[in-house]
């Protein structure tokens, strides 16, 4: 059984940066393109960034473009967020994906999420 492990949230001010991690469990982590999601209250859950299976392969939200970086590590099966000069708007809960094997843009797990809060 697949499982995606989010951790690195927390509580920043506009400005600052914060990496998230996700580790992987339970499946051929190689195999696989991975993704960052977000979902603030009151909104739909939203790409925010992707990276193909063997990292070299990156897209990004416009809202994310040139302030984060996707990376993914598939010797420690993690992928990584960094965030950089978060504002307000970033408040969110932050979710790993995993893609559907073969087809871009379909997410078959989800990780539990984990909390940014950016005040101003």
Do not use: H
């Amino acid at each position: 059984q697949a499982q995606l492990v989010e951790s690195g949230g927390g509580l920043v001010q506009a400005g600052d940066s914060l990496r998230l991690s996700c580790a992987a469990f339970g499946f051929a982590f190689g195999l696989y393109g991975m993704g960052w999601f977000r979902q603030a209250p009151g909104e739909e859950r939203e790409f925010v960034a992707a990276v193909g299976r063997d990292g070299g392969s990156t897209r990004y939200a416009d809202s994310a473009k040139g302030r984060f970086t996707i990376s993914k590590d598939n010797a420690k099966n993690t992928v990584t967020l960094q965030m950089n000069s978060l504002k307000p708007e970033d408040t969110a809960v932050y979710y790993c994906a995993r893609e559907r094997l073969g087809i871009l843009d379909e997410w078959d797990y989800w990780g539990q999420g984990t909390q940014v809060t950016v005040s101003s």
